[in-house]
């Protein structure tokens, strides 16, 4: 049936009409937060290319870990900046390391909050690349080992969820077998799977303090025009054990949230990654944009496209909005 009978427009004279037909609504339960976590006490260091976000000592994070979940968050994801860094980031599996601290430290607080940990290297190794170096390149399989051991020492201080980051082939497999083999099934795996070697991380790497010292990431991060290959590294992580997948980041890459969410009808996530926050934010503080509708709609967006997760740095204030 078609105009004049069909009329779209009636449904959208007055915001409770529009309420009621809308298809897409965003909750606080869809948003994880992102944390950076530092050494020392009462420690709030800002990333200036973030505004809002700081890197914050164990002490500071678990008052924001409070206030996230307070706000209707069930989730926060922990990155670790190490106080030594060296060539395989051995900090990265150390038991008194700064994030198993912090997530000791958040589950004895905030227990109800579910705590996800990053597992990668390039925030503990000093020349910033995601694994141990050979010959010039990431040397895929000898780093497979650290990370299935970073995992199991995060797994052991209590994390819900692991989610590693560094794009290795074969990770969640290893990952999967260490956990399994030390009573450890229970820990579900969240695989960031699609990711890219994009320009939108520069940000994050300011607040991670993981600029790679030579090169880039482009020899382990999915080149960003291929559509397929992403869908080909989801099914493999599936096959490998991983219970969530995610594509990463989200707003150049809707089509895959939606091609994957189509294609394997599990839980996906979405990272609304550090350059995706700050273009928004800079616009705002310039008065360029309104901040506040620019974000509601990038979020509800990468729901709509498939999401039923979104790791971003608005969480928490979008969550108050929302509540
Ligand atoms: C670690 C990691 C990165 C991000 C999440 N985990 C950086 C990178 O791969 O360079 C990016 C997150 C963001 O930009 O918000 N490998």
């Known amino acids: 049936m ?87 980031g051995s900090e990265a599996w150390s038991d008194s390391g700064v994030v198993q601290t912090a997530i000791r430290e958040i589950k004895a607080h905030v227990p109800d909050l579910t705590v996800i940990t990053d597992v990668c290297l390039c925030e503990y190794t000093d020349h910033g690349h995601c ?16 990370l299935a051991r970073e995992a199991l020492s995060h797994a052991r201080a209590g994390v819900d969820i692991v989610a590693p980051s560094d794009m290795m082939d074969g990770r969640v497999g290893a990952i999967r077998k260490a956990l399994d083999q030390n009573n450890l099934v229970h820990v579900p795996i969240m695989a960031y799977s699609a990711k890219f070697a994009s320009a939108f991380y520069g940000p994050f790497r300011e607040a991670a303090e993981s600029t790679p010292k030579f090169g880039d990431r482009r020899s382990y991060q999915m080149d960003p025009p291929n559509g397929d290959e992403a869908l080909r590294e989801v ?11 995610m594509v990463k980041p989200a707003l150049a890459y ?29 616009a705002g ?24 997760l979104i790791l971003t740095y608005f969480a928490k204030d979008v969550a108050r909005k929302l509540k």
């Open 235 to 245: 099914a493999l992580d599936l096959e490998e054990g991983a219970d969530i997948v």
């Open 2 to 88: 078609a105009f004049p009978i069909t009329r779209l427009r009636r449904l959208r004279r007055t915001a409770t009409l529009r309420r009621m037909v809308r298809e897409t609504r965003l909750a606080p339960d869809d948003f994880i937060q992102p944390l950076f976590v530092c050494p020392g006490r009462d420690v709030r260091k800002p990333i200036e290319s973030m505004p809002g976000v700081a890197q914050l000592s164990v002490d500071l994070a678990v008052r924001e870990a409070r206030a996230t979940f307070d706000a209707g968050v069930p989730a926060v994801i922990l990155f670790g900046i190490p106080a030594h860094k060296d060539s395989t």
């Open 285 to 308: 503080l310039n008065g360029w944009l309104d901040e506040e509708r620019a974000t509601i709609e990038v979020l509800t967006a990468i729901k709509r496209a498939g999401a039923d």
């Open 131 to 146: 694994g141990v170096i050979k010959d010039g390149d990431v040397d895929n399989d000898a780093t497979l080992e650290l």
């Open 254 to 282: 809707l089509d895959l949230i939606y091609r994957v969410k189509s294609e394997f009808g599990c839980p996906v996530a979405a990272y609304n990654v550090s350059g995706e926050y700050a273009m928004i934010r800079a």
